[in-house]
């Protein structure tokens, strides 16, 4: 079983290539658990990110975030969840749903999902601060103990990118 998430670009990242820590992204479906296999979740999605155009991210304000259950340990910024970047969120989720899927935190997709930054590297956007996601990223969860934990298994271009 495989763990995935997809991010929209900020800063660029490698397809084929592990990161200890991913470059600036904005989550857009949290982590999932998945028994399908990676080119099956592309061939799923790919209809939506081809009709999804880039999506303009207006950054909010700082905030600390974390597992539910747990300390919140992480810097975030939210992201102001426009129509365009909540029906992208949507049509993942159903699309994922159909492929029965497993969300390690079902409270932070759906309704649940909030928008955001996470602080990568020491760097961080800061509130009113706009950037445009012309990509997204499937990425896979590896082994937590791995100093090269984050697998970016495909970079995918949003329409007309």
């Known amino acids: 079983m495989k763990t995935l998430l997809f991010v929209l670009e900020i800063d660029p990242m490698q397809a084929g290539q592990a990161y200890q820590r991913l470059a600036l992204h904005c989550t857009v479906m949290h982590r999932f658990k998945t028994e399908s296999s990676v080119q099956g979740i592309l061939a799923a999605t790919h209809v939506t990110f081809a009709q999804t155009p880039p999506i303009q991210l207006e950054i909010g304000s700082g905030d600390i975030f974390g597992p539910s259950g747990k300390p919140k340990t992480i810097s975030v910024n939210h992201v102001k969840k426009t129509s365009e970047l909540g029906k ?40 009113g601060q706009t950037r445009t996601a012309h990509a997204i990223y499937l990425v896979e969860i590896l082994n937590k103990f791995d100093s090269k934990s984050k697998y970016v298994h495909a970079r995918i271009p949003l329409a007309g990118s």
Do not use: I, M
């Open 88 to 127: 992208l969120h949507l049509a993942l989720y159903d699309t994922l749903n159909r492929l029965s899927v497993a969300y390690t935190e079902p409270g932070f997709v759906g309704k649940g999902y909030t928008p955001h930054v996470s602080e990568q590297n020491g760097k961080r956007l800061s509130e």
